[in-house]
C-alpha cells in the first residue's frame, strides 16, 4: 500500500505548525468527523489525500465483504459539533463503513446533491425523501461558497417497521494537497424517532460520506453510526443491514446520474404523504 506524506504546513501567522492524518483507516474516520467544521479546511485536506492512499489498493469493484470496514463507535467528544441528543449511546451503536467507485466525477455527483426528491437515490427502503436547501445552492455548485447546508425529510417502511425522521446534511468542498477537489459531508438526525405503532424507534444516525477525484470517477467512502430499538433485531444484524443499503444506494446513485432512475425505479417518486403532526 503507498503511504503519501501526509503534512502540510500552516503559514497563517508565520509559524510552521504541521498537521498530520492518521494513517489507521479507523483512526482517520473519526478524524474527518471531528475536523468538519475548522474554520480551515487543513485537517480534512491531509485527511483526504490519506484517505485516497489507504482506499488505493482496495478492491472497489469487488464484493462488499473486501470493500466494507470495522470503524469504532463516535463518542461524545468526538461528534464534531453534531449534537448528542437524548438518544445518543455510544455503547449502543453500530458502526459500519464502505468504499466503492463510482463510474462518475465529483462535478457529476453534484447533480445528487442538488436534487429535492432523493427516493430512488437512497435505499429501496426509502419511500419519501425530499431535500431543502438552507443555504444557497448554486454559491456552492459553483464553489463561491465552501459548504450547503440542507434539512432532509425521510419516509422508511419495511417489515421492521415505518418511521418518518429528520436529517440535517452538510456538505464541504475540499481541497486536497495536489489541488484536485473533493466533497465531504455530514449527517445526522436530531432526535431519536418512533415507530409508526409506538413499538420500536430509531435512536441514533450519525453519517460520514466522502467524494474523491479519481480521474473521470470518484472514489466514495461511507461510514455510518446508528441504532434502533426493533423487535428481533440485534446490533450485528443492523450493521448488515445497515451496509446493504449503504452499497444499495451508491449503485442507485450511479444509476441515477446515468439516466436510468426512471426505467429502473421500482419506487413511486410522486408518492405524498402527510406527515403526522
Request: with cysteine; glycine share 6%; net charge negative.
Amino acid at each position: 500500500m503507498r503511504v503519501v506524506p501526509v503534512v502540510l504546513w500552516a503559514l497563517a501567522t508565520g509559524c510552521a505548525a504541521p498537521v498530520v492524518a492518521p494513517q489507521d483507516l479507523d483512526e482517520l474516520t473519526s478524524f474527518l468527523v471531528e475536523n468538519f467544521e475548522n474554520e480551515t479546511s487543513t485537517e480534512l485536506s491531509v485527511g483526504g489525500e490519506q484517505l485516497q492512499a489507504l482506499l488505493e489498493d482496495v478492491p472497489l469493484d469487488g464484493s462488499i465483504a473486501d470493500r466494507s470496514f470495522t470503524v469504532s463507535a463516535l463518542s461524545e467528544a468526538s461528534l464534531g459539533g453534531m449534537p448528542a441528543h437524548s438518544g445518543f449511546n455510544e455503547e449502543a451503536q453500530a458502526p459500519v463503513a464502505i468504499a466503492w467507485k463510482s463510474r462518475f466525477d465529483v462535478e457529476e455527483h453534484l447533480r445528487i446533491v442538488a436534487e429535492t426528491n432523493q427516493v430512488c437515490i437512497e435505499s429501496g427502503t426509502t419511500k419519501y425523501y425530499g431535500r431543502t436547501f438552507v443555504t444557497d445552492l448554486s454559491e456552492f455548485e459553483s464553489q463561491a461558497s465552501e459548504t450547503l447546508k440542507t434539512t432532509n425529510e425521510v419516509r422508511k417502511e419495511s417489515i421492521l417497521g415505518r418511521v418518518w425522521y429528520d436529517i440535517e446534511k452538510e456538505y464541504r468542498w475540499v481541497k486536497l494537497p495536489n489541488d484536485e477537489m473533493a466533497v465531504i459531508s455530514r449527517s445526522w438526525a436530531p432526535q431519536a424517532y418512533p415507530t409508526d405503532n409506538g413499538g420500536g424507534s430509531f435512536d441514533q444516525t450519525y453519517v460520514l460520506e466522502v467524494w474523491l477525484p479519481d480521474g473521470t470517477e470518484t472514489v466514495r467512502y461511507s461510514a455510518m453510526w446508528s441504532s434502533v430499538t426493533l423487535a428481533g433485531i440485534s446490533p450485528n444484524a443492523w450493521a448488515g443491514l445497515v451496509r446493504n443499503g449503504l452499497d444499495e444506494g451508491g449503485r442507485f446513485a450511479d444509476d441515477y446520474l446515468d439516466d436510468f432512475a426512471d426505467r429502473l425505479c421500482t419506487q413511486d417518486r410522486n408518492r405524498t404523504y402527510d406527515r403526522p403532526q
